[in-house]
C-alpha cells in the first residue's frame, strides 16, 4: 500500500509546527533555567500553552489549521514525535550510569519507601472503614 504523499498544504503546516514548537521549547527551556528550574520544565509548559488547553481555548480556528484534527493531517507530525520519543529514550538509555545506580540505588530506595508508608497506612486505614458503610447497593464484603 502505497503511502499518502503530503500537500504543499500538508508541508507547511508540518514546517510550522516543528519551528514553533522548537523555539517556544527552546525559549521557555531557557526561560525555566533563568528561574533555576530545569529547562524540561519549560519545555513541557510550551507544549501546554501550544496545545489545546490554552492556544486551542484561546484561538480556536489558528489551532485547528496548527493542529489538524483529520487523520492525515495530524500523521506526519505523530510519526515524527514517535520518532523523538524513541531517540530520547535511547539517548537517556545511553547517557545512564550504572555503576551509580548501584552505589546509590540502595539509599534512593529506602528514601522513596518511607514517605510512601504514611499515605499507604491512612488509606488502608480508610478502606477498612469505608468497607462497613451502608449502601443502598448491597453488601461491600
Same mark, same amino acid.
Do not use: Y
Given at each position: 500500500?502505497?503511502? +499518502?504523499? $503530503?500537500?504543499?498544504?500538508? *508541508?507547511?503546516?508540518?514546517?510550522?509546527?516543528?519551528?514553533?514548537?522548537?523555539?517556544? %521549547?527552546?525559549?521557555?527551556?531557557?526561560?525555566?533555567?533563568?528561574?533555576?528550574? +530545569? *529547562?524540561?520544565?519549560?519545555?513541557?509548559?510550551?507544549?501546554?500553552?501550544?496545545? +489545546? *488547553?490554552?492556544?486551542?481555548?484561546?484561538?480556536?480556528?489558528?489551532?485547528?489549521?496548527?493542529?489538524?484534527? =483529520? =487523520?492525515?493531517?495530524?500523521?506526519?507530525?505523530? *510519526?515524527? =514525535?514517535?520518532?523523538?520519543?524513541? $531517540?530520547?529514550?535511547?539517548?537517556?538509555?545511553?547517557? =545512564?550510569?550504572?555503576?551509580?545506580?548501584?552505589?546509590?540505588?540502595? %539509599?534512593?530506595?529506602?528514601?522513596?519507601?518511607?514517605?510512601?508508608?504514611? +499515605? %499507604?497506612?491512612?488509606?488502608?486505614?480508610?478502606?477498612?472503614?469505608?468497607?462497613?458503610?451502608?449502601?443502598?447497593?448491597?453488601?461491600?464484603?
Amino acid at each position: 500500500m502505497p503511502l +499518502p504523499s $503530503l500537500s504543499p498544504h500538508g *508541508s507547511t503546516v508540518l514546517w510550522t509546527e516543528l519551528a514553533t514548537l522548537v523555539i517556544a %521549547a527552546r525559549l521557555l527551556g531557557a526561560l525555566a533555567r533563568r528561574l533555576g528550574q +530545569p *529547562s524540561v520544565v519549560g519545555q513541557l509548559v510550551a507544549g501546554l500553552i501550544l496545545g +489545546p *488547553s490554552v492556544f486551542g481555548h484561546v484561538w480556536p480556528s489558528g489551532f485547528a489549521w496548527f493542529m489538524p484534527a =483529520t =487523520t492525515l493531517g495530524s500523521m506526519p507530525l505523530l *510519526s515524527l =514525535t514517535g520518532l523523538a520519543l524513541v $531517540l530520547i529514550l535511547v539517548v537517556i538509555g545511553s547517557d =545512564t550510569d550504572p555503576t551509580l545506580i548501584r552505589k546509590l540505588g540502595r %539509599a534512593a530506595v529506602s528514601k522513596n519507601r518511607k514517605p510512601a508508608r504514611v +499515605p %499507604a497506612g491512612v488509606f488502608e486505614h480508610r478502606s477498612v472503614e469505608l468497607r462497613h458503610v451502608p449502601s443502598d447497593k448491597g453488601p461491600t464484603c
